[in-house]
C-alpha cells in the first residue's frame, strides 16, 4: 500500500454521529471538517429517489462552496416486509423533524401490525467523492440483518438498537463502534473509498 500524507476533505453532512463514524474508519491519515461548523452552506433539498441521487446532490451543493476534496452520504434502512421503505426517507419516516425516536417507534410499530413475520433489511449507504464541482466517483456499502422487536443497546445513532446484522445475535447499538465499522454500510463503502484514493494518491 503507498503511504498517502495526511489529506483535508469537507464531509458534507450535519449529522454529527456519520462524522464521528467516518474519522474512527478512516483515521489519523484525514482531517475531516463537516457543515456543523459551515452554517453559511445552504441547505440541500433531497429530492433524489435513490441515495446515489441525493449523496450526488450533496456532495455536489458542498463542492460549490469548497475547493478541495468534499464526501457525502446518503443512507437509510430497507425493510423488505415494508416494500423497502423508509429507504431514502429513512431521516423523515414519521415527519419533516419529527426525529430518530419518532422515526424507531412507527417502524417497530408498523412492523408489529403488519402481516409479514418477515422482519429482513439492510442498511445501504453511498458516498459521494466530488472535487472542484463535478462527482468524481460514487461508492457504496449495504450489509443484510433483521429488525429487533424491541430496541437494544446504548451505542450509535439512527435506527442502530433496532438492526441486527446477519451472523449477530447483537443490534449495532449494542456493538463496539469498531465492530459495527467492521460490518457496516458506511464501513463497507468507506472501504472501497479509501482503496480508491490510496491507488489514485490525490493531491491535497
Ligand atoms: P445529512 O443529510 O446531513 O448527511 P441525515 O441524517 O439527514 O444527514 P440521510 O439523509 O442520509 O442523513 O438520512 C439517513 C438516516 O438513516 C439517518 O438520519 C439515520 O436515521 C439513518 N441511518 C443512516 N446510517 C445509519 C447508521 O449507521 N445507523 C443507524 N441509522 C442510520
Redesign the pocket.
Known sequence: MKEVSKQRMLF????A??TR?VREILGAGWEVED?TARPDLPE?E?TGDT?EE??KL?ALAASAHYAGWVL??????EVDALGGA?G?R???FAGEGAG?AA?RALLRDKLSKGQSSDRRGR?R?VLALARQGVVIRTFSGAVEGSIAPSERGEG?????AL?VPEGSGQT?AELAPAE?HAC???GRALAALSAYLTAEEPAA
Do not use: Q
Not at 12 to 15: E, G, I, L, Q, V
Open positions: 458534507a453532512t450535519r449529522n454521529h456519520k463514524e457543515l440541500v433531497e441515495f441525493n449523496a450533496k457525502a452520504d446518503d443512507s437509510g434502512l423508509p431514502v429513512s431521516a423523515r430518530m422515526n442498511f449507504c450509535g445513532f439512527g435506527y442502530d438492526f449495532f459495527k457496516s454500510h458506511r
